[in-house]
Protein backbone atom coordinates (compact mmCIF):
# COMPACT_ATOMS: atom_id res chain seq x y z
CA UNK A 1 0.00 0.00 0.00
CA UNK A 2 2.65 2.70 0.88
CA UNK A 3 4.56 1.45 -2.11
CA UNK A 4 1.29 2.38 -4.48
CA UNK A 5 1.02 5.56 -2.51
CA UNK A 6 4.74 6.55 -3.01
CA UNK A 7 4.39 5.67 -6.93
CA UNK A 8 0.98 7.53 -7.19
CA UNK A 9 2.55 10.67 -5.93
CA UNK A 10 5.56 10.55 -8.30
CA UNK A 11 3.42 10.04 -11.38
CA UNK A 12 1.78 13.23 -10.13
CA UNK A 13 4.72 15.20 -9.87
CA UNK A 14 6.17 14.37 -13.34
CA UNK A 15 2.85 14.70 -14.74
CA UNK A 16 2.69 18.60 -13.08
CA UNK A 17 6.64 18.72 -14.28
CA UNK A 18 5.42 18.15 -17.75
CA UNK A 19 2.25 20.17 -17.54
CA UNK A 20 4.51 23.19 -16.37
CA UNK A 21 6.86 22.74 -19.37
CA UNK A 22 4.62 22.71 -21.83
CA UNK A 23 2.66 25.94 -20.51
CA UNK A 24 6.40 28.17 -20.24
CA UNK A 25 6.67 26.75 -23.93
CA UNK A 26 3.47 27.73 -24.59
CA UNK A 27 4.56 31.53 -23.03
CA UNK A 28 8.10 31.65 -24.98
CA UNK A 29 6.99 30.48 -28.45
CA UNK A 30 2.97 32.03 -29.13
CA UNK A 31 3.47 31.40 -32.65
CA UNK A 32 -0.08 29.39 -33.85
CA UNK A 33 2.33 27.56 -35.84
CA UNK A 34 4.20 26.22 -33.29
CA UNK A 35 1.60 25.30 -31.33
CA UNK A 36 0.56 23.31 -33.71
CA UNK A 37 4.17 21.75 -34.34
CA UNK A 38 4.37 20.88 -30.41
CA UNK A 39 0.97 19.66 -29.98
CA UNK A 40 1.53 17.16 -33.21
CA UNK A 41 4.85 15.92 -31.72
CA UNK A 42 3.08 16.07 -28.01
CA UNK A 43 0.91 13.00 -29.90
CA UNK A 44 3.17 11.46 -31.46
CA UNK A 45 5.49 11.25 -28.61
CA UNK A 46 1.99 10.14 -26.21
CA UNK A 47 1.21 7.12 -29.14
CA UNK A 48 4.69 5.97 -28.99
CA UNK A 49 4.37 5.24 -25.19
CA UNK A 50 2.48 2.69 -25.36
CA UNK A 51 5.38 0.93 -27.45
CA UNK A 52 8.40 2.23 -25.88
CA UNK A 53 6.76 1.05 -22.08
CA UNK A 54 5.75 -2.60 -23.16
CA UNK A 55 9.09 -3.00 -24.23
CA UNK A 56 11.20 -0.82 -21.36
CA UNK A 57 9.20 -2.69 -18.98
CA UNK A 58 9.95 -6.11 -20.15
CA UNK A 59 13.96 -5.49 -20.87
CA UNK A 60 14.41 -4.09 -17.29
CA UNK A 61 12.09 -6.89 -16.11
CA UNK A 62 13.91 -9.42 -17.72
CA UNK A 63 17.26 -8.36 -16.76
CA UNK A 64 15.93 -8.06 -12.96
CA UNK A 65 14.47 -11.32 -12.94
CA UNK A 66 17.88 -13.43 -14.47
CA UNK A 67 19.74 -11.50 -11.98
CA UNK A 68 16.99 -12.57 -8.93
CA UNK A 69 17.47 -15.96 -10.68
CA UNK A 70 21.42 -16.09 -10.52
CA UNK A 71 21.80 -14.74 -6.79
CA UNK A 72 19.59 -17.41 -5.60
CA UNK A 73 21.35 -20.26 -7.69
CA UNK A 74 24.29 -18.87 -6.43
CA UNK A 75 22.82 -18.87 -2.39
CA UNK A 76 21.50 -22.48 -2.95
CA UNK A 77 24.90 -23.53 -4.27
CA UNK A 78 26.23 -21.96 -1.04
CA UNK A 79 23.83 -23.61 1.01
CA UNK A 80 24.45 -26.61 -0.93
CA UNK A 81 27.68 -26.56 -0.29
CA UNK A 82 27.65 -26.54 3.38
CA UNK A 83 25.65 -29.57 3.51
CA UNK A 84 27.89 -31.79 1.65
CA UNK A 85 31.30 -30.14 3.82
CA UNK A 86 28.88 -30.53 6.65
CA UNK A 87 27.75 -34.13 6.56
CA UNK A 88 26.68 -35.05 3.31
CA UNK A 89 29.59 -36.34 2.07
CA UNK A 90 30.41 -38.71 5.18
CA UNK A 91 27.07 -39.53 4.52
CA UNK A 92 27.48 -40.73 1.07
CA UNK A 93 30.46 -42.50 2.03
CA UNK A 94 28.70 -44.39 4.66
CA UNK A 95 25.99 -45.86 2.59
CA UNK A 96 28.36 -46.85 -0.47
CA UNK A 97 30.10 -48.84 2.08
CA UNK A 98 27.23 -50.56 1.99
CA UNK A 99 26.50 -51.20 -1.47
CA UNK A 100 28.18 -54.32 -2.80
CA UNK A 101 26.87 -53.44 -6.33
CA UNK A 102 28.93 -50.48 -6.40
CA UNK A 103 31.88 -52.16 -7.58
CA UNK A 104 30.68 -53.08 -11.01
CA UNK A 105 29.83 -49.59 -12.11
CA UNK A 106 31.78 -47.24 -9.21
CA UNK A 107 34.28 -45.95 -12.33
CA UNK A 108 30.80 -44.20 -14.15
CA UNK A 109 30.33 -42.59 -10.92
CA UNK A 110 34.10 -40.74 -10.26
CA UNK A 111 34.30 -37.84 -12.30
CA UNK A 112 37.56 -36.45 -14.04
CA UNK A 113 38.95 -32.53 -14.46
CA UNK A 114 38.22 -33.49 -18.29
CA UNK A 115 34.98 -34.03 -17.58
CA UNK A 116 32.11 -32.01 -19.32
CA UNK A 117 28.39 -31.72 -19.62
CA UNK A 118 27.86 -35.48 -21.58
CA UNK A 119 29.72 -37.10 -18.80
CA UNK A 120 28.00 -35.60 -15.66
CA UNK A 121 24.47 -36.57 -17.25
CA UNK A 122 26.15 -40.17 -18.63
CA UNK A 123 26.44 -40.75 -14.74
CA UNK A 124 23.34 -39.19 -13.58
CA UNK A 125 21.81 -41.48 -15.97
CA UNK A 126 23.64 -44.34 -14.89
CA UNK A 127 23.02 -43.85 -10.96
CA UNK A 128 19.40 -43.95 -11.56
CA UNK A 129 19.46 -46.81 -13.23
CA UNK A 130 21.79 -48.57 -10.89
CA UNK A 131 20.10 -50.82 -8.17
CA UNK A 132 22.16 -51.24 -5.45
CA UNK A 133 22.72 -54.03 -2.96
CA UNK A 134 22.12 -52.32 0.43
CA UNK A 135 24.04 -54.66 3.56
CA UNK A 136 23.42 -53.05 6.72
CA UNK A 137 25.11 -54.55 9.93
CA UNK A 138 23.85 -53.31 13.00
CA UNK A 139 27.38 -51.37 13.25
CA UNK A 140 26.67 -49.44 10.04
CA UNK A 141 22.75 -48.51 10.99
CA UNK A 142 24.21 -47.40 15.04
CA UNK A 143 26.82 -44.80 12.77
CA UNK A 144 23.78 -43.98 10.48
CA UNK A 145 21.71 -43.37 13.14
CA UNK A 146 24.71 -41.56 15.44
CA UNK A 147 25.71 -39.43 12.31
CA UNK A 148 21.73 -38.30 11.90
CA UNK A 149 20.86 -37.60 15.26
CA UNK A 150 23.56 -35.22 15.45
CA UNK A 151 22.98 -33.56 11.87
CA UNK A 152 19.27 -33.37 12.47
CA UNK A 153 19.02 -29.69 13.65
CA UNK A 154 21.40 -28.95 11.20
CA UNK A 155 19.49 -30.57 8.07
CA UNK A 156 16.20 -29.26 9.56
CA UNK A 157 17.80 -26.07 9.33
CA UNK A 158 18.58 -26.13 6.16
CA UNK A 159 14.59 -27.22 5.31
CA UNK A 160 13.69 -23.60 6.38
CA UNK A 161 15.94 -21.94 3.69
CA UNK A 162 14.28 -19.61 1.39
CA UNK A 163 16.60 -20.47 -0.84
CA UNK A 164 15.41 -23.96 -1.19
CA UNK A 165 12.07 -23.23 -2.08
CA UNK A 166 12.76 -23.68 -6.39
CA UNK A 167 15.30 -26.56 -6.06
CA UNK A 168 12.63 -29.68 -4.81
CA UNK A 169 15.31 -32.08 -5.23
CA UNK A 170 17.93 -30.93 -3.00
CA UNK A 171 14.40 -30.85 -0.90
CA UNK A 172 13.65 -34.38 -1.24
CA UNK A 173 17.00 -35.17 -0.21
CA UNK A 174 16.82 -33.61 2.99
CA UNK A 175 13.29 -35.11 4.19
CA UNK A 176 14.51 -38.57 3.14
CA UNK A 177 17.67 -38.02 5.33
CA UNK A 178 15.39 -36.52 8.02
CA UNK A 179 12.76 -39.37 7.71
CA UNK A 180 15.60 -42.12 7.81
CA UNK A 181 17.13 -40.91 11.19
CA UNK A 182 13.41 -41.00 12.38
CA UNK A 183 13.26 -44.09 11.71
CA UNK A 184 16.51 -45.39 13.14
CA UNK A 185 16.33 -43.59 16.16
CA UNK A 186 12.81 -45.07 16.56
CA UNK A 187 14.63 -48.59 17.34
CA UNK A 188 15.48 -49.61 20.63
CA UNK A 189 17.46 -51.96 18.97
CA UNK A 190 19.18 -51.69 15.39
CA UNK A 191 21.07 -55.18 15.59
CA UNK A 192 17.82 -56.86 16.06
CA UNK A 193 15.41 -55.98 13.35
CA UNK A 194 13.16 -58.62 12.06
CA UNK A 195 13.54 -59.34 7.86
CA UNK A 196 10.53 -57.29 7.00
CA UNK A 197 11.49 -54.36 9.18
CA UNK A 198 15.17 -54.79 8.14
CA UNK A 199 13.39 -54.54 4.36
CA UNK A 200 11.76 -51.36 5.27
CA UNK A 201 15.13 -49.78 6.32
CA UNK A 202 17.01 -50.77 3.68
CA UNK A 203 14.62 -48.93 1.38
CA UNK A 204 14.78 -45.92 3.42
CA UNK A 205 18.53 -46.13 3.10
CA UNK A 206 18.49 -46.63 -0.76
CA UNK A 207 16.05 -44.21 -1.19
CA UNK A 208 19.01 -41.29 0.52
CA UNK A 209 21.34 -42.96 -1.25
CA UNK A 210 20.25 -42.14 -4.39
CA UNK A 211 19.32 -39.16 -4.01
CA UNK A 212 23.09 -38.40 -2.24
CA UNK A 213 24.50 -39.54 -5.36
CA UNK A 214 22.89 -37.29 -7.44
CA UNK A 215 23.10 -34.03 -5.83
CA UNK A 216 26.63 -35.06 -5.31
CA UNK A 217 27.27 -35.27 -8.90
CA UNK A 218 25.43 -31.95 -9.49
CA UNK A 219 27.48 -30.23 -6.97
CA UNK A 220 30.62 -31.41 -8.10
CA UNK A 221 29.75 -29.93 -11.65
CA UNK A 222 29.12 -26.56 -10.34
CA UNK A 223 32.31 -26.81 -8.49
CA UNK A 224 34.43 -27.83 -11.39
CA UNK A 225 32.49 -25.10 -13.75
CA UNK A 226 32.92 -22.06 -10.59
CA UNK A 227 35.71 -23.06 -8.12
CA UNK A 228 38.19 -25.51 -9.92
CA UNK A 229 39.88 -25.38 -6.62
CA UNK A 230 37.11 -26.93 -4.15
CA UNK A 231 36.57 -29.57 -7.17
CA UNK A 232 40.08 -30.49 -6.99
CA UNK A 233 39.72 -31.00 -3.25
CA UNK A 234 36.29 -32.94 -3.26
CA UNK A 235 37.80 -34.76 -6.11
CA UNK A 236 40.81 -35.82 -3.97
CA UNK A 237 38.09 -36.88 -0.97
CA UNK A 238 35.18 -38.29 -3.17
CA UNK A 239 33.24 -40.96 -0.83
CA UNK A 240 32.62 -43.22 -4.15
CA UNK A 241 35.92 -43.50 -4.94
CA UNK A 242 38.05 -45.55 -2.67
CA UNK A 243 41.40 -44.65 -4.53
CA UNK A 244 40.91 -41.01 -3.78
CA UNK A 245 43.54 -39.23 -1.80
CA UNK A 246 43.53 -36.20 -0.26
CA UNK A 247 47.34 -35.66 -0.52
CA UNK A 248 48.58 -34.44 -4.00
CA UNK A 249 51.31 -36.22 -5.45
CA UNK A 250 53.19 -35.44 -7.91
Do not use: C
Not at 13 to 18: E, F, N, Q, R, V
Not at 64 to 77: F, Q
Not at 86 to 105: F, R
Request: hydrophobic share 50%; aromatic share 10%; proline share 5%.
Amino acid sequence: MKSSRWQFKLAAALLGMAAVFYAVRLWLFPDPALHNEMWRFLVGDIAFLFVQVPIVTMVIDGLIRRREHEEMRRKLNMVIGAFFSETGQALLGEIAQADAALAEVRRIFVPHPSWGAADYDHARKALRAHTPRIELDPARLERLEMMLSRERPFIIGLLANQALLEHESFTDLLWALTHLGEELAARPNLGALAGEDAGHIAVDVQRAYGLLGEQWLAYLQHLQNAYPFLFSLAIRTNPLDPEARVVVEG
